[in-house]
Protein backbone atom coordinates (compact mmCIF):
# COMPACT_ATOMS: atom_id res chain seq x y z
CA UNK A 1 0.00 0.00 0.00
CA UNK A 2 2.75 2.43 -0.89
CA UNK A 3 0.97 4.18 -3.28
CA UNK A 4 -1.81 6.72 -1.93
CA UNK A 5 -4.28 7.30 -4.82
CA UNK A 6 -5.28 5.00 -7.84
CA UNK A 7 -6.31 5.79 -11.26
CA UNK A 8 -9.19 8.09 -10.12
CA UNK A 9 -6.10 10.49 -10.00
CA UNK A 10 -5.26 10.77 -13.54
CA UNK A 11 -8.49 12.10 -14.74
CA UNK A 12 -8.81 14.13 -18.02
CA UNK A 13 -9.91 17.04 -16.07
CA UNK A 14 -7.35 17.63 -13.73
CA UNK A 15 -6.08 21.30 -14.04
CA UNK A 16 -3.89 21.38 -17.30
CA UNK A 17 -2.81 24.89 -17.04
CA UNK A 18 1.49 25.48 -16.08
CA UNK A 19 2.19 27.99 -13.95
CA UNK A 20 3.14 30.57 -16.58
CA UNK A 21 -0.84 31.64 -16.86
CA UNK A 22 -0.54 32.94 -13.63
CA UNK A 23 1.11 35.86 -15.28
CA UNK A 24 -2.00 35.89 -17.61
CA UNK A 25 -4.47 37.10 -14.41
CA UNK A 26 -2.93 39.73 -12.35
CA UNK A 27 -5.69 40.47 -9.47
CA UNK A 28 -5.99 43.95 -10.44
CA UNK A 29 -6.61 43.71 -14.18
CA UNK A 30 -10.05 41.80 -13.15
CA UNK A 31 -12.98 44.08 -14.49
CA UNK A 32 -14.80 46.59 -12.59
CA UNK A 33 -17.90 45.16 -11.11
CA UNK A 34 -20.24 46.22 -7.85
CA UNK A 35 -17.18 44.23 -5.71
CA UNK A 36 -15.30 47.75 -6.05
CA UNK A 37 -17.91 48.62 -3.35
CA UNK A 38 -16.60 46.40 -1.19
CA UNK A 39 -14.81 48.30 1.67
CA UNK A 40 -12.40 46.20 3.18
CA UNK A 41 -9.43 44.60 1.81
CA UNK A 42 -10.22 41.46 2.60
CA UNK A 43 -13.12 41.67 0.63
CA UNK A 44 -10.86 43.07 -2.11
CA UNK A 45 -8.64 39.76 -2.04
CA UNK A 46 -11.36 37.39 -1.78
CA UNK A 47 -12.86 38.30 -5.19
CA UNK A 48 -9.10 38.72 -6.66
CA UNK A 49 -8.52 35.10 -5.99
CA UNK A 50 -11.94 33.96 -7.02
CA UNK A 51 -11.36 35.72 -10.44
CA UNK A 52 -7.50 34.41 -10.87
CA UNK A 53 -8.63 30.98 -10.27
CA UNK A 54 -11.55 30.61 -12.45
CA UNK A 55 -11.34 28.05 -15.09
CA UNK A 56 -11.72 29.23 -18.91
CA UNK A 57 -12.30 27.15 -21.93
CA UNK A 58 -8.96 28.95 -22.99
CA UNK A 59 -7.15 28.80 -19.41
CA UNK A 60 -7.12 26.74 -16.87
CA UNK A 61 -6.34 28.50 -13.41
CA UNK A 62 -2.62 28.00 -12.32
CA UNK A 63 -1.42 24.43 -11.31
CA UNK A 64 1.50 22.60 -12.11
CA UNK A 65 0.16 21.03 -15.09
CA UNK A 66 1.40 17.65 -14.11
CA UNK A 67 1.19 15.45 -11.03
CA UNK A 68 4.41 15.28 -9.06
CA UNK A 69 4.62 11.70 -7.70
CA UNK A 70 7.42 12.48 -5.77
CA UNK A 71 5.76 14.72 -3.45
CA UNK A 72 2.48 12.93 -3.65
CA UNK A 73 1.10 13.56 -0.23
CA UNK A 74 0.58 11.00 2.79
CA UNK A 75 -3.60 11.26 3.18
CA UNK A 76 -3.29 9.96 6.46
CA UNK A 77 -2.25 12.63 9.34
CA UNK A 78 -0.84 11.21 12.12
CA UNK A 79 0.60 13.01 15.83
CA UNK A 80 3.71 10.91 16.64
CA UNK A 81 3.89 10.34 20.41
CA UNK A 82 -0.11 11.18 21.14
CA UNK A 83 -1.38 8.03 22.70
CA UNK A 84 -3.81 6.19 20.19
CA UNK A 85 -6.76 4.45 21.31
CA UNK A 86 -8.00 2.32 18.83
CA UNK A 87 -11.80 2.40 19.07
CA UNK A 88 -14.37 -0.98 18.59
CA UNK A 89 -16.15 -1.25 14.90
CA UNK A 90 -19.24 -0.89 15.44
CA UNK A 91 -21.06 -3.60 14.06
CA UNK A 92 -22.65 -3.71 10.64
CA UNK A 93 -25.86 -3.75 9.53
CA UNK A 94 -28.21 -1.59 11.98
CA UNK A 95 -32.04 -1.17 10.44
CA UNK A 96 -32.48 2.39 10.84
CA UNK A 97 -33.80 3.70 8.09
CA UNK A 98 -32.35 6.53 5.74
CA UNK A 99 -35.72 7.86 5.75
CA UNK A 100 -35.72 8.37 9.20
CA UNK A 101 -32.67 10.33 9.75
CA UNK A 102 -35.23 13.58 8.23
CA UNK A 103 -37.92 13.09 10.81
CA UNK A 104 -36.97 14.98 13.48
CA UNK A 105 -37.75 13.43 16.85
CA UNK A 106 -37.82 9.95 15.37
CA UNK A 107 -34.53 8.57 17.04
CA UNK A 108 -33.92 8.16 20.47
CA UNK A 109 -30.73 9.58 21.02
CA UNK A 110 -28.15 7.58 22.19
CA UNK A 111 -26.56 8.11 25.31
CA UNK A 112 -22.19 9.32 24.89
CA UNK A 113 -20.01 6.58 25.44
CA UNK A 114 -17.14 4.92 23.53
CA UNK A 115 -19.43 3.10 21.17
CA UNK A 116 -21.49 5.88 20.50
CA UNK A 117 -18.08 8.31 19.66
CA UNK A 118 -17.15 5.23 17.60
CA UNK A 119 -20.35 4.75 15.65
CA UNK A 120 -20.64 8.76 14.84
CA UNK A 121 -16.71 8.53 13.54
CA UNK A 122 -17.28 5.65 11.80
CA UNK A 123 -20.28 7.46 9.64
CA UNK A 124 -18.52 10.54 9.73
CA UNK A 125 -14.97 10.08 8.56
CA UNK A 126 -14.01 6.70 8.46
CA UNK A 127 -12.53 4.79 5.46
CA UNK A 128 -15.32 2.73 3.57
CA UNK A 129 -13.19 0.52 1.14
CA UNK A 130 -9.67 -0.34 -0.12
CA UNK A 131 -9.67 0.39 -4.22
CA UNK A 132 -7.05 -2.04 -6.29
CA UNK A 133 -5.61 -1.19 -9.52
CA UNK A 134 -2.59 -3.36 -10.98
CA UNK A 135 -0.37 -2.69 -8.29
CA UNK A 136 -1.87 0.85 -6.81
CA UNK A 137 -3.74 0.12 -3.60
CA UNK A 138 -5.93 3.52 -2.21
CA UNK A 139 -8.66 4.31 -0.07
CA UNK A 140 -12.12 5.47 0.10
CA UNK A 141 -13.99 7.34 2.70
CA UNK A 142 -17.32 8.50 4.12
CA UNK A 143 -16.71 11.74 2.96
CA UNK A 144 -15.99 12.41 -1.03
CA UNK A 145 -12.73 14.63 -1.56
CA UNK A 146 -11.54 16.54 -4.78
CA UNK A 147 -8.96 13.98 -6.15
CA UNK A 148 -9.39 12.01 -3.07
CA UNK A 149 -6.23 14.01 -1.99
CA UNK A 150 -8.28 14.31 1.97
CA UNK A 151 -7.40 17.66 3.00
CA UNK A 152 -9.99 17.33 6.05
CA UNK A 153 -8.96 16.80 9.72
CA UNK A 154 -11.48 15.22 12.01
CA UNK A 155 -11.11 16.44 15.80
CA UNK A 156 -13.60 16.07 18.70
CA UNK A 157 -13.50 17.04 22.28
CA UNK A 158 -14.48 14.90 25.05
CA UNK A 159 -14.94 14.55 28.41
CA UNK A 160 -13.73 12.06 30.02
CA UNK A 161 -15.31 8.49 28.41
CA UNK A 162 -14.85 4.80 30.27
CA UNK A 163 -12.79 3.34 27.81
CA UNK A 164 -11.36 6.66 26.63
CA UNK A 165 -9.56 8.55 29.05
CA UNK A 166 -10.45 9.42 32.73
CA UNK A 167 -9.79 13.29 31.82
CA UNK A 168 -11.80 15.48 29.07
CA UNK A 169 -9.34 15.66 26.30
CA UNK A 170 -8.89 17.04 22.66
CA UNK A 171 -8.26 13.98 19.93
CA UNK A 172 -7.35 14.01 16.45
CA UNK A 173 -9.46 11.09 14.49
CA UNK A 174 -7.25 8.45 12.37
CA UNK A 175 -8.92 7.29 10.03
CA UNK A 176 -6.64 4.03 8.59
CA UNK A 177 -7.20 3.05 12.33
CA UNK A 178 -10.44 4.16 13.17
CA UNK A 179 -8.92 5.60 16.45
CA UNK A 180 -8.71 8.59 18.52
CA UNK A 181 -5.18 10.44 19.38
CA UNK A 182 -5.09 11.76 22.22
CA UNK A 183 -3.47 15.72 21.60
CA UNK A 184 -4.29 17.26 24.83
CA UNK A 185 -5.81 16.42 28.30
CA UNK A 186 -7.23 18.89 30.76
CA UNK A 187 -9.27 18.99 34.03
CA UNK A 188 -12.73 18.40 34.70
CA UNK A 189 -13.44 21.78 35.44
CA UNK A 190 -12.69 23.57 32.64
CA UNK A 191 -14.62 21.11 30.43
CA UNK A 192 -17.88 21.58 32.84
CA UNK A 193 -17.10 25.57 32.43
CA UNK A 194 -16.73 25.46 28.52
CA UNK A 195 -20.07 23.08 27.88
CA UNK A 196 -22.11 24.78 30.57
CA UNK A 197 -24.06 27.07 28.52
CA UNK A 198 -24.55 23.53 26.66
CA UNK A 199 -27.24 20.89 26.85
CA UNK A 200 -25.99 18.25 29.42
CA UNK A 201 -23.88 15.50 27.95
CA UNK A 202 -22.71 17.99 24.66
CA UNK A 203 -19.29 17.65 23.07
CA UNK A 204 -17.62 19.15 20.48
CA UNK A 205 -15.87 18.53 16.74
CA UNK A 206 -13.47 20.48 15.46
CA UNK A 207 -12.11 20.34 11.19
CA UNK A 208 -9.38 21.92 9.79
CA UNK A 209 -7.48 21.74 5.96
CA UNK A 210 -4.14 20.91 5.25
CA UNK A 211 -4.22 23.13 1.62
CA UNK A 212 -0.81 21.52 0.55
CA UNK A 213 -2.81 18.12 -0.16
CA UNK A 214 -5.07 19.56 -2.33
CA UNK A 215 -2.84 22.68 -3.99
CA UNK A 216 0.19 19.81 -4.98
CA UNK A 217 -2.38 18.47 -7.69
CA UNK A 218 -4.75 21.31 -8.45
CA UNK A 219 -2.72 24.66 -7.85
CA UNK A 220 -4.46 27.91 -6.90
CA UNK A 221 -8.01 26.87 -7.14
CA UNK A 222 -6.91 24.21 -4.25
CA UNK A 223 -8.47 26.72 -2.10
CA UNK A 224 -12.02 26.08 -3.14
CA UNK A 225 -11.88 22.66 -3.02
CA UNK A 226 -10.79 22.54 0.57
CA UNK A 227 -13.76 24.23 1.34
CA UNK A 228 -16.29 22.16 -0.71
CA UNK A 229 -14.63 19.35 1.09
CA UNK A 230 -15.25 20.84 4.50
CA UNK A 231 -19.27 21.24 3.42
CA UNK A 232 -19.35 17.90 2.52
CA UNK A 233 -17.45 17.23 6.10
CA UNK A 234 -20.20 18.68 7.46
CA UNK A 235 -22.73 16.80 5.74
CA UNK A 236 -21.34 13.28 7.17
CA UNK A 237 -20.85 14.96 10.53
CA UNK A 238 -24.82 15.84 10.62
CA UNK A 239 -26.16 12.92 8.97
CA UNK A 240 -24.13 10.90 11.47
CA UNK A 241 -25.15 13.10 14.50
CA UNK A 242 -28.79 12.35 12.74
CA UNK A 243 -28.24 8.41 13.32
CA UNK A 244 -27.45 8.73 16.34
CA UNK A 245 -30.59 10.66 17.29
CA UNK A 246 -28.04 13.88 18.19
CA UNK A 247 -28.24 17.86 17.30
CA UNK A 248 -25.35 18.97 15.53
CA UNK A 249 -24.92 22.79 14.85
CA UNK A 250 -22.13 24.52 13.92
CA UNK A 251 -20.45 27.20 16.15
CA UNK A 252 -20.13 30.22 13.57
CA UNK A 253 -19.35 32.53 16.36
CA UNK A 254 -16.10 30.79 16.97
CA UNK A 255 -13.18 32.43 15.33
CA UNK A 256 -10.43 31.34 13.53
CA UNK A 257 -8.10 31.79 16.29
CA UNK A 258 -10.29 30.36 18.45
CA UNK A 259 -10.48 26.90 16.78
CA UNK A 260 -6.99 26.52 15.99
CA UNK A 261 -6.15 27.11 19.77
CA UNK A 262 -8.48 24.68 20.62
CA UNK A 263 -7.44 22.04 18.00
CA UNK A 264 -4.08 22.88 18.83
CA UNK A 265 -3.07 24.37 15.23
CA UNK A 266 -1.16 26.82 16.51
CA UNK A 267 1.49 24.72 18.21
CA UNK A 268 4.35 25.52 16.09
CA UNK A 269 6.70 22.91 17.86
CA UNK A 270 4.52 20.41 16.83
CA UNK A 271 4.72 20.86 13.59
CA UNK A 272 8.45 21.46 12.75
CA UNK A 273 8.75 19.83 9.37
CA UNK A 274 5.12 18.68 8.80
CA UNK A 275 2.21 20.56 7.06
CA UNK A 276 0.50 23.16 8.85
CA UNK A 277 -3.67 22.40 9.07
CA UNK A 278 -5.87 25.57 8.71
CA UNK A 279 -8.27 26.22 11.13
CA UNK A 280 -11.70 25.81 9.98
CA UNK A 281 -14.50 25.10 12.25
CA UNK A 282 -15.91 24.00 15.37
CA UNK A 283 -19.56 22.76 15.41
CA UNK A 284 -21.74 20.94 18.97
CA UNK A 285 -23.20 17.72 18.95
CA UNK A 286 -25.87 17.31 21.78
CA UNK A 287 -28.58 14.88 23.04
CA UNK A 288 -31.37 17.72 22.89
CA UNK A 289 -32.39 20.60 21.21
CA UNK A 290 -31.20 24.24 22.56
CA UNK A 291 -32.14 27.31 21.47
CA UNK A 292 -30.15 28.77 18.60
CA UNK A 293 -29.24 32.16 20.03
CA UNK A 294 -27.63 30.57 23.21
CA UNK A 295 -24.08 29.92 23.41
CA UNK A 296 -22.72 29.94 19.67
CA UNK A 297 -19.46 30.64 20.98
CA UNK A 298 -17.00 29.82 23.78
CA UNK A 299 -15.06 31.69 26.04
CA UNK A 300 -11.62 32.99 25.40
CA UNK A 301 -10.57 32.28 29.14
CA UNK A 302 -11.47 28.78 28.54
CA UNK A 303 -10.26 28.47 25.39
CA UNK A 304 -7.02 29.49 26.47
CA UNK A 305 -7.03 27.05 29.38
CA UNK A 306 -7.09 24.41 26.98
CA UNK A 307 -4.64 25.85 25.07
CA UNK A 308 -2.42 25.90 27.94
CA UNK A 309 -2.91 22.17 29.48
CA UNK A 310 -0.90 19.19 28.47
CA UNK A 311 -0.25 18.17 24.61
CA UNK A 312 1.09 15.12 22.94
CA UNK A 313 2.37 14.57 19.74
CA UNK A 314 4.09 16.25 16.86
CA UNK A 315 2.52 16.04 13.23
CA UNK A 316 4.17 13.58 10.56
CA UNK A 317 5.56 15.01 7.46
CA UNK A 318 3.16 14.42 4.52
CA UNK A 319 5.47 14.93 1.98
CA UNK A 320 9.37 14.98 1.46
CA UNK A 321 9.31 17.97 -0.43
CA UNK A 322 6.90 20.80 -1.71
CA UNK A 323 7.44 21.21 -5.42
CA UNK A 324 5.58 24.98 -6.08
CA UNK A 325 4.30 27.12 -3.19
CA UNK A 326 1.15 28.69 -3.95
CA UNK A 327 1.33 32.43 -2.17
CA UNK A 328 -2.50 33.21 -3.13
CA UNK A 329 -3.69 30.48 -1.07
CA UNK A 330 -2.04 31.72 1.87
CA UNK A 331 -3.38 35.29 1.13
CA UNK A 332 -7.01 34.13 0.71
CA UNK A 333 -6.71 32.06 3.50
CA UNK A 334 -5.38 34.69 5.80
CA UNK A 335 -8.18 37.25 4.14
CA UNK A 336 -11.27 35.01 5.20
CA UNK A 337 -10.06 34.60 8.79
CA UNK A 338 -13.18 34.25 10.86
CA UNK A 339 -12.55 37.30 13.06
CA UNK A 340 -15.13 36.50 15.90
CA UNK A 341 -13.95 35.50 19.39
CA UNK A 342 -11.13 37.91 18.95
CA UNK A 343 -10.11 41.43 19.60
CA UNK A 344 -9.71 42.72 16.06
CA UNK A 345 -13.59 42.34 16.07
CA UNK A 346 -14.12 45.31 18.05
CA UNK A 347 -12.65 46.97 14.87
CA UNK A 348 -14.85 45.77 11.85
CA UNK A 349 -18.15 46.18 13.23
CA UNK A 350 -19.38 44.56 9.98
CA UNK A 351 -18.47 41.36 10.83
CA UNK A 352 -20.08 42.16 14.46
CA UNK A 353 -23.32 42.34 12.50
CA UNK A 354 -22.67 39.53 10.26
CA UNK A 355 -22.47 36.93 13.17
CA UNK A 356 -25.29 38.10 14.34
CA UNK A 357 -26.86 38.53 11.62
CA UNK A 358 -26.30 35.28 10.68
CA UNK A 359 -28.65 33.44 13.34
CA UNK A 360 -31.24 36.52 13.03
CA UNK A 361 -31.41 35.86 9.04
CA UNK A 362 -32.61 32.61 9.19
CA UNK A 363 -36.16 33.04 10.63
CA UNK A 364 -38.53 33.58 7.78
CA UNK A 365 -42.42 31.93 6.91
CA UNK A 366 -41.16 31.88 3.48
CA UNK A 367 -40.04 28.96 3.94
CA UNK A 368 -42.73 25.92 2.69
CA UNK A 369 -43.79 23.08 4.99
CA UNK A 370 -42.84 19.53 5.03
CA UNK A 371 -46.35 18.82 3.26
CA UNK A 372 -46.01 21.41 0.87
CA UNK A 373 -42.25 21.02 -0.07
CA UNK A 374 -42.67 16.65 -0.47
CA UNK A 375 -46.10 16.73 -1.52
CA UNK A 376 -47.09 13.55 0.91
CA UNK A 377 -43.82 13.33 3.54
CA UNK A 378 -41.52 10.54 2.94
CA UNK A 379 -41.92 7.57 5.72
CA UNK A 380 -40.56 5.27 3.78
CA UNK A 381 -37.41 4.25 1.67
CA UNK A 382 -35.61 1.82 0.11
CA UNK A 383 -32.38 1.65 2.55
CA UNK A 384 -30.71 1.46 5.99
CA UNK A 385 -29.55 4.82 6.95
CA UNK A 386 -26.16 2.24 7.15
CA UNK A 387 -26.30 1.38 3.59
CA UNK A 388 -26.54 5.05 2.01
CA UNK A 389 -24.00 6.34 4.45
CA UNK A 390 -21.26 3.53 4.08
CA UNK A 391 -21.83 2.64 0.26
CA UNK A 392 -21.93 6.49 -0.87
CA UNK A 393 -19.26 6.56 -3.37
CA UNK A 394 -19.50 8.91 -6.43
CA UNK A 395 -19.55 7.74 -10.17
CA UNK A 396 -16.86 7.52 -12.01
CA UNK A 397 -18.64 7.55 -15.64
CA UNK A 398 -22.61 7.51 -16.23
CA UNK A 399 -24.15 5.61 -18.49
CA UNK A 400 -26.19 7.78 -20.69
CA UNK A 401 -29.59 5.77 -20.53
CA UNK A 402 -31.19 5.94 -17.13
CA UNK A 403 -33.84 8.15 -16.36
CA UNK A 404 -35.69 8.46 -13.00
CA UNK A 405 -38.94 9.37 -12.31
CA UNK A 406 -40.07 12.84 -11.50
CA UNK A 407 -41.28 12.04 -8.45
CA UNK A 408 -37.95 10.72 -7.23
CA UNK A 409 -36.04 14.15 -8.91
CA UNK A 410 -38.61 16.08 -6.89
CA UNK A 411 -37.78 14.36 -3.86
CA UNK A 412 -34.23 15.04 -4.25
CA UNK A 413 -34.63 18.75 -5.28
CA UNK A 414 -37.24 18.89 -1.75
CA UNK A 415 -34.36 17.56 0.31
CA UNK A 416 -32.35 21.01 -0.55
CA UNK A 417 -34.61 23.35 0.37
CA UNK A 418 -34.89 24.18 4.53
CA UNK A 419 -38.46 23.82 5.90
CA UNK A 420 -40.37 26.75 8.34
CA UNK A 421 -40.19 25.03 11.48
CA UNK A 422 -36.15 25.41 10.72
CA UNK A 423 -35.77 21.83 11.72
CA UNK A 424 -35.23 19.84 8.80
CA UNK A 425 -32.07 18.40 8.46
CA UNK A 426 -29.28 18.69 7.58
CA UNK A 427 -30.09 22.80 7.05
CA UNK A 428 -30.29 23.00 10.66
CA UNK A 429 -26.90 22.49 11.02
CA UNK A 430 -26.13 25.94 9.85
CA UNK A 431 -26.95 29.44 11.22
CA UNK A 432 -27.74 31.13 8.39
CA UNK A 433 -30.66 30.79 5.43
CA UNK A 434 -29.56 29.78 1.81
CA UNK A 435 -27.22 31.27 -0.13
CA UNK A 436 -26.89 28.87 -2.58
CA UNK A 437 -29.54 28.37 -5.52
CA UNK A 438 -29.42 25.43 -8.12
CA UNK A 439 -28.84 26.05 -12.05
CA UNK A 440 -30.64 22.43 -13.76
CA UNK A 441 -29.63 20.44 -16.68
CA UNK A 442 -32.39 18.18 -16.89
CA UNK A 443 -31.23 15.48 -19.36
CA UNK A 444 -33.10 12.24 -18.21
CA UNK A 445 -36.58 12.67 -16.00
CA UNK A 446 -39.50 11.25 -17.34
CA UNK A 447 -42.39 13.07 -17.27
CA UNK A 448 -40.57 16.67 -17.22
CA UNK A 449 -39.03 18.08 -20.31
CA UNK A 450 -35.13 18.48 -20.70
CA UNK A 451 -34.21 21.38 -20.26
CA UNK A 452 -32.40 24.02 -18.10
CA UNK A 453 -34.45 24.41 -14.96
CA UNK A 454 -33.91 26.49 -11.47
CA UNK A 455 -34.01 25.63 -8.37
CA UNK A 456 -34.54 28.74 -5.65
CA UNK A 457 -33.52 27.08 -2.41
CA UNK A 458 -34.60 30.37 -0.76
CA UNK A 459 -38.32 31.13 -2.30
CA UNK A 460 -37.87 34.94 -1.21
CA UNK A 461 -34.95 34.73 -3.48
CA UNK A 462 -37.07 33.64 -6.97
CA UNK A 463 -37.65 37.78 -7.61
CA UNK A 464 -33.88 38.29 -7.27
CA UNK A 465 -32.35 35.67 -9.41
CA UNK A 466 -35.28 36.48 -11.90
CA UNK A 467 -33.73 40.07 -12.45
CA UNK A 468 -30.06 38.81 -12.33
CA UNK A 469 -31.23 36.02 -14.88
CA UNK A 470 -31.24 37.14 -18.79
CA UNK A 471 -35.15 38.72 -19.45
CA UNK A 472 -36.03 36.00 -21.97
CA UNK A 473 -36.67 32.60 -19.44
CA UNK A 474 -39.83 31.04 -18.90
CA UNK A 475 -39.94 30.60 -15.47
CA UNK A 476 -43.10 28.55 -15.74
CA UNK A 477 -43.87 25.93 -12.48
CA UNK A 478 -43.46 21.98 -13.89
CA UNK A 479 -47.13 21.27 -13.41
CA UNK A 480 -46.53 17.96 -11.24
CA UNK A 481 -44.35 19.55 -8.86
CA UNK A 482 -45.12 20.07 -5.23
CA UNK A 483 -46.56 23.44 -4.97
CA UNK A 484 -43.86 24.86 -1.75
CA UNK A 485 -41.12 23.40 -4.31
CA UNK A 486 -39.39 26.74 -5.52
CA UNK A 487 -38.43 25.24 -9.14
CA UNK A 488 -38.88 26.41 -12.09
CA UNK A 489 -38.39 25.53 -15.98
CA UNK A 490 -36.23 28.13 -17.94
CA UNK A 491 -35.65 27.05 -20.96
CA UNK A 492 -37.10 23.43 -23.24
CA UNK A 493 -34.10 21.89 -25.34
CA UNK A 494 -31.50 18.82 -25.27
CA UNK A 495 -28.60 20.61 -22.84
CA UNK A 496 -26.48 17.14 -22.67
CA UNK A 497 -23.91 18.54 -24.50
CA UNK A 498 -23.90 22.17 -23.07
CA UNK A 499 -24.02 20.49 -19.72
CA UNK A 500 -20.66 18.89 -20.57
CA UNK A 501 -18.73 22.02 -22.45
CA UNK A 502 -19.40 23.64 -19.81
CA UNK A 503 -18.14 21.32 -16.71
CA UNK A 504 -14.59 21.05 -18.39
CA UNK A 505 -15.80 18.53 -21.38
CA UNK A 506 -16.79 15.58 -18.68
CA UNK A 507 -19.37 13.22 -20.10
CA UNK A 508 -20.85 12.58 -16.67
CA UNK A 509 -22.45 16.20 -16.60
CA UNK A 510 -24.58 14.79 -20.06
CA UNK A 511 -24.57 11.00 -19.18
CA UNK A 512 -26.38 11.37 -16.40
CA UNK A 513 -30.08 12.10 -15.40
CA UNK A 514 -29.62 15.85 -14.12
CA UNK A 515 -26.48 17.97 -13.15
CA UNK A 516 -26.43 21.09 -12.07
CA UNK A 517 -24.28 24.15 -11.40
CA UNK A 518 -24.78 25.53 -7.60
CA UNK A 519 -25.18 29.17 -7.91
CA UNK A 520 -24.26 31.40 -4.94
CA UNK A 521 -25.55 35.13 -4.11
CA UNK A 522 -21.87 35.49 -3.85
CA UNK A 523 -20.95 39.36 -3.78
CA UNK A 524 -23.99 40.14 -1.15
CA UNK A 525 -22.70 37.54 1.06
CA UNK A 526 -19.31 39.16 1.20
CA UNK A 527 -20.87 42.70 2.11
CA UNK A 528 -23.69 41.31 4.69
CA UNK A 529 -21.25 38.83 6.52
CA UNK A 530 -17.84 39.50 5.71
CA UNK A 531 -14.72 38.01 3.88
CA UNK A 532 -14.91 35.00 5.83
CA UNK A 533 -18.07 34.08 4.50
CA UNK A 534 -16.47 33.15 1.11
CA UNK A 535 -15.43 29.48 3.06
CA UNK A 536 -19.15 29.48 4.26
CA UNK A 537 -20.78 29.81 0.45
CA UNK A 538 -18.53 26.51 -0.03
CA UNK A 539 -19.73 24.99 2.56
CA UNK A 540 -23.09 25.30 1.67
CA UNK A 541 -22.32 23.93 -1.66
CA UNK A 542 -20.57 21.15 -0.55
CA UNK A 543 -23.22 20.35 2.11
CA UNK A 544 -25.71 20.40 -0.71
CA UNK A 545 -23.56 17.91 -2.39
CA UNK A 546 -23.41 15.51 0.02
CA UNK A 547 -27.59 15.91 0.47
CA UNK A 548 -27.27 14.72 -3.33
CA UNK A 549 -25.02 11.82 -3.00
CA UNK A 550 -26.56 9.81 -0.20
CA UNK A 551 -29.82 10.66 -2.03
CA UNK A 552 -28.85 9.46 -5.33
CA UNK A 553 -27.82 6.01 -3.16
CA UNK A 554 -31.07 5.92 -1.63
CA UNK A 555 -32.55 6.19 -5.29
CA UNK A 556 -30.33 3.01 -6.42
CA UNK A 557 -28.35 5.72 -8.72
CA UNK A 558 -25.27 7.53 -8.18
CA UNK A 559 -23.58 11.24 -7.92
CA UNK A 560 -20.48 12.73 -8.59
CA UNK A 561 -19.21 16.37 -7.45
CA UNK A 562 -17.81 17.92 -9.96
CA UNK A 563 -14.88 20.80 -8.90
CA UNK A 564 -14.31 21.27 -12.88
CA UNK A 565 -16.17 23.37 -14.67
CA UNK A 566 -15.74 26.81 -16.82
CA UNK A 567 -17.01 29.70 -14.79
CA UNK A 568 -17.94 32.18 -16.69
CA UNK A 569 -19.43 30.17 -19.39
CA UNK A 570 -21.58 28.84 -16.07
CA UNK A 571 -22.77 32.17 -15.92
CA UNK A 572 -23.46 32.80 -19.92
CA UNK A 573 -25.57 29.42 -20.05
CA UNK A 574 -27.93 31.28 -17.13
CA UNK A 575 -28.06 34.47 -18.55
CA UNK A 576 -25.65 35.75 -15.18
CA UNK A 577 -23.61 39.41 -16.58
CA UNK A 578 -23.02 40.37 -13.04
CA UNK A 579 -20.47 39.69 -10.85
CA UNK A 580 -22.90 39.27 -8.00
CA UNK A 581 -24.23 35.46 -8.58
CA UNK A 582 -21.20 33.21 -8.93
CA UNK A 583 -21.01 29.39 -9.86
CA UNK A 584 -19.28 27.27 -6.63
CA UNK A 585 -19.99 23.84 -7.61
CA UNK A 586 -21.54 21.66 -9.90
CA UNK A 587 -22.74 17.89 -9.81
CA UNK A 588 -24.25 15.26 -11.70
CA UNK A 589 -26.55 12.78 -11.09
CA UNK A 590 -27.36 9.25 -12.72
CA UNK A 591 -26.89 5.65 -13.70
CA UNK A 592 -23.43 4.63 -13.08
CA UNK A 593 -20.83 3.13 -14.93
CA UNK A 594 -18.91 0.43 -12.32
CA UNK A 595 -15.35 -0.17 -13.50
CA UNK A 596 -15.01 -3.52 -13.37
CA UNK A 597 -11.01 -3.34 -13.27
CA UNK A 598 -11.15 -2.26 -9.58
CA UNK A 599 -10.58 -4.92 -6.79
CA UNK A 600 -12.40 -4.10 -3.70
CA UNK A 601 -11.38 -5.26 -0.36
CA UNK A 602 -12.75 -4.16 3.23
CA UNK A 603 -11.79 -0.79 5.15
CA UNK A 604 -10.72 -2.13 7.85
CA UNK A 605 -9.30 -5.62 8.79
CA UNK A 606 -11.48 -6.75 11.64
CA UNK A 607 -8.69 -8.43 13.65
CA UNK A 608 -6.50 -5.33 13.92
CA UNK A 609 -8.99 -3.10 14.57
CA UNK A 610 -11.07 -3.31 18.12
C1 LIG B 1 -15.16 19.10 -4.26
C2 LIG B 1 -15.12 17.90 -5.17
C3 LIG B 1 -14.86 18.06 -6.52
C4 LIG B 1 -14.84 16.95 -7.37
N1 LIG B 1 -14.64 17.14 -8.70
C5 LIG B 1 -14.70 16.07 -9.54
C6 LIG B 1 -14.64 16.28 -10.94
O1 LIG B 1 -14.54 17.41 -11.43
N2 LIG B 1 -14.73 15.17 -11.73
C7 LIG B 1 -14.87 13.89 -11.22
O2 LIG B 1 -14.94 12.92 -11.98
N3 LIG B 1 -14.94 13.69 -9.88
C8 LIG B 1 -14.87 14.75 -9.05
N4 LIG B 1 -15.01 14.56 -7.69
C9 LIG B 1 -15.18 13.21 -7.14
C10 LIG B 1 -13.90 12.72 -6.45
O3 LIG B 1 -12.95 12.35 -7.42
C11 LIG B 1 -14.21 11.58 -5.50
O4 LIG B 1 -14.97 12.09 -4.43
C12 LIG B 1 -12.96 10.92 -4.96
O5 LIG B 1 -12.26 10.26 -5.98
C13 LIG B 1 -13.29 9.92 -3.87
O6 LIG B 1 -14.17 8.94 -4.36
P1 LIG B 1 -15.56 8.68 -3.64
O7 LIG B 1 -16.38 9.92 -3.75
O8 LIG B 1 -16.15 7.50 -4.37
O9 LIG B 1 -15.26 8.36 -2.20
C14 LIG B 1 -15.06 15.65 -6.85
C15 LIG B 1 -15.33 15.49 -5.48
C16 LIG B 1 -15.37 16.60 -4.65
C17 LIG B 1 -15.70 16.41 -3.19
Redesign the pocket.
Known amino acids: MSTFIGT ?1 EL ?1 T ?1 AGKATKNMEADTPPDSAPKTDSDNLDPLAEQVVVSYHERTKHHYHRYAAAIGYMDWATQPNPFRRYEGAPLVRLPLPDAGRVKSYWQLFVADNILPDRLSVDSISLFLRYAFSL ?1 AWKQFEGTTWS ?2 VN ?5 LHPTEGYVLLPSLDALHNRPGVYHYASKEHGLELRADFDPSVWSALTAAFPEGSFLVGLSSILWREAWKYGERAFR ?1 CQ ?2 VG ?1 ALGTMRFAAAALGWQFRLLDRVGSATVSQLLGLDREADYIGAEREHPELVALLSRERWASDRGLSLSNELVSQVATSRWYGSANALSPAHGVDWPVIDQVAVATTNLANTNQVATTNLRVTANQKIAADKESSAFPSEEELFGTPVRSGSFTAEKVILG ?3 A ?1 GMDGSTAISAATFFRMLARLVPTRDGRSMPWDALPWRPRIHLGLFVHRVNGLNPGLYMLARDPEKVETLQQAMQPGFLWQRPSSCPHGLPLYLLEEGDCRTLAVNV ?2 G ?1 H ?1 AGDGAFSLGMIAEYLDSLAVYGASFYRNLFWEA ?1 LV ?1 QVLYLEAEEAGIRA ?5 YFDDPVHEVFGISSRDWQSF ?2 FTVGGPIEDGRLTTLPAYNLGEVG
Open positions: RPWTLRPSSGNYHDHRRSVSCQIGGTGIGCYH
